[in-house]
Nanobody, 121 residues
Framework: QVQLVESGGGLVQPGGSLRLSCAAS????????MGWYRQAPGKQRESVAV???????YYADSVKGRFTISRDNAKNTTWLQMNSLKYEDTAVYYC???????????????WGQGTQVTVSS
């Protein structure tokens, strides 16, 4: 069984910063892609940032230059550093990972439980 646990959400003023963390645990052989997605009220879930095992990074245009994704393969953890936050960044943020199970060898797509980020004055 694989689990993703997120932390770091909260309430922040416009222009402020937050850092989200996501740790994967369980029967993990390796993690291919890790990423962050978000879903605002009334909107579809969208990709925010993605980081494959190679370390390359990909960002949504709306967050480029403000958000930074990173990962530690030894700790099975990814972080999302969010700076210069705007009202429109308000959403539930979800961690995602494509993980090969040590126990079964199968590859699965896993999601965290979500963490609320609210940007408000």
């Amino acid at each position: 069984q694989v689990q993703l646990v997120e932390s770091g959400g909260g309430l922040v003023q416009p222009g402020g910063s937050l850092r989200l963390s996501c740790a994967a645990s369980g029967s993990i052989f390796n993690i291919n892609v890790m990423g962050w997605y978000r879903q605002a009220p009334g909107k579809q879930r969208e990709s925010v940032a993605v980081i494959p095992s190679s370390g390359s990074t990909y960002y949504a245009d709306s967050v480029k230059g403000r958000f930074t994704i990173s990962r530690d393969n030894a700790k099975n953890t990814t972080w999302l550093q969010m700076n210069s936050l705007k009202y429109e960044d308000t959403a539930v943020y979800y961690c995602n990972a494509v993980i090969r199970s040590w126990a079964t060898g199968s590859v699965g797509n896993y999601w965290g439980q979500g963490t609320q980020v609210t940007v408000s004055s």
